[in-house]
C-alpha cells in the first residue's frame, strides 16, 4: 500500500503532478452542477464536460435543478453518464442543490462546477491528478471572466474550440478577476506558504474538487446558509486538514460576472453577520465586546479531576481573559451524578457535584462538547492552574505569528512528572490523524507536519491558584487597580502644576519688581550722564578762559 504523503502546513510542492496527457488516470469523478434558471450556459458547460480529456468512463454528472421557474432539461450535447434530478423539499439555494448532489454522487472525487462555467478541455484532468497523488487535497480552478452580455457561442461551437484547444477564443476577456485570491497565492508561493488561517480564504466554489468521503466526513455542506456557503465550506476543510492547491493550468471561463463582482457592498453587508457567526479567523467581524458566538476561536478544556477549587480557579481565569471569544468545556463523569439518597458532606463525588452546580447554568461554560461547530484552536489546562488576562490571547497569536501545529506550555515539574498545558491547532490535529500510522508517535508527527514547540508557563502568565479560593474579598478588577494608579499619578501632576504656577507668579512678580528698578537706575543713570557731561563742558570753558589770558599776557605784558 503506496504511504500517504506527508504535507507540511499547506506546502503541497512536495507532491509532483504528472504532465497533463501523460498520465493513467484510474480515480472516478462525480461532477455535481448546482443550477437555477440557468438553461442557457448549463447547456455550455455540459457541452465542455463532453469534450473533457479526463477518460469519460471515469466521469458521471449530476445536475441539480434548484427549483427552476421553468425546470431545466438535459441537453442533446452532454457526458454520456449525466444525470437531471430536482432538490428535495425542504430547502433551497446552492448549498442546499450541492448537497443534494453529493447525496447522489458515486464517485471517489466530487467535482462541483457552477452552471454558468464553461470548461478547458483538461480542466477536470488538470484537477483530478493531484487527488490521485493525496487524499486530502482540495484543489481549485484558474477563472476567467467574461463581459455581461452578448451572444453566447453554441453547443458545436465550444466543442469544436476544445477539441481543436481553441478555447481562449471562445469569449472576450473581462478585465475583473479574482484580483484578491490570485494576490494571496501570488505573494505566498503559489499557495504553498500560506498559514493556514489565510489558505482558507481562496476557496471559491464555482470550480472545486473533493475528495468526497472526507467532504462527506464534515457533514458536506451548510445547507442554512443561501449565501456565503463557499466561504463556511473552506473554513470546515481547514480544520479537516486539507491542503489547498490552485491550479492555473485548470482554466475556466465564467460566463458573465458574479454577484461579488456586480454589487459587492450589498453582498458583503448580507454576508458579514453569517460569516461572523461561523468563521473565527475573520477577526474583524468580531470586534463586538461580550458577544458570543456559534463557532468560538478557542475552545479551553479543563478536565473535572482536581478539587472543586483548582477546577473553578482555572475556569474562572479563562472566563476573564482579554480574549472574550473562547468556550470553556469541563470534561466529567457527569453520568454518575445520580439523585440517589446520599449524605450531602461525606458524598464521595462531592467536588464533582459542586462543580457541576457551579458551572451547568453558566452560557459560557459546557460540561459536554457542544455539537456545533469546531473552534480553530483547543487549549487543555489542568485544575489548579489560572491563566494571566491576556495569557491565552498571546498563546493564541504566538501559533499565527508562526502557522504552529501545537504548544506545550511547561507549568511544573513534580514526581509525577511535568504538569503541562497545551494548545493544539484543530487543522494540525486533523492532519496528524490523516496522515499517521499505528507506528507514529503523534506528537512527533504533528511536529513534521505543523510544527510544536516547548514554552516555560511562567513566561506566559501561568500560577497556581490562591490558597484560598474562591478569594473571601473579591479581588479588585485589574482595570480598577491601573486606573487608581493613573489617579494617583494625575494627582501628582496636579501638584507639581500647581507649584510651578505658584513658582512662575512669584518670579513674574519680582520681574515686575526688577523691571522698575532697572527703569529707575536708567532715568538716575541718565541723569547722571547729562550732568556730567554738563560739568565736562563747564570745566572746559574755564580751562580755555585761563588759558586765553595767560596768552594775552604773554602778548601784552603789563596790561
Known sequence: MTPIPRIRRNDF???NPPALGAWEPTLTVTVVIPAHDRQETLDLTLAALSAQSYPEHLIDVIVVDDGSATPLHVPEIRPSR?????SPPGGWGRAWAV??????AMGEVVFVLDADMVPHRQHVEAQ???HHLAPYVVVLGWIDFTPAGGDLPSQERVCQALAAGEEEGLFELSPHRHDWAEQIIADHDGLRGAPSSLATRIHVGATASYPAELLRSIGGMDTSLVLAEDTELGYRLTQAGVVFVPDPQSRAWHVGLPTAMRDFTALKRYNDPYVADRVPYRRYLRTDP?????????DAVVPATGSYEDVRATVDGLLAGSLPDVRVTVTGPWDSLTCDRRSPLADPDLDLRLIHATFENDPRVHLTAPEAGTPPFRLTVPPGWVPSEDTVERLVAHMEEHDTGGLLVALEENAQGVAVARLDRTAAQSRVALVATRDDDPDDLLDAVFGLEWVDGESWGFK???TVYPPRKRPIPEIVKQAAQHEQKIALYRRRTAELRAEIAQLRKEAGKNGRDAARWREKAESWRKEAVRLA??????VLKRAVRRVRGLAFPGK
Do not use: E, F, M, N
Not at 449525466?82 to 430536482?86: A, E, F, G, Q, V
Not at 461580550?290 to 478557542?298: A, I, T
Not at 563742558?537 to 574755564?542: G, K, L, S
Open 13 to 15: 510542492g512536495v507532491l
Open 82 to 86: 449525466t444525470k437531471l434530478i430536482s
Open 99 to 104: 448537497q443534494a448532489g453529493l447525496d447522489a
Open 128 to 130: 483530478l491528478r493531484w
Open 290 to 298: 461580550g458577544r458570543q458566538w456559534l463557532v468560538p476561536y478557542v
Open 464 to 466: 497556581r491558584r490562591p
Open 537 to 542: 563742558r563747564t570745566q572746559d570753558r574755564t
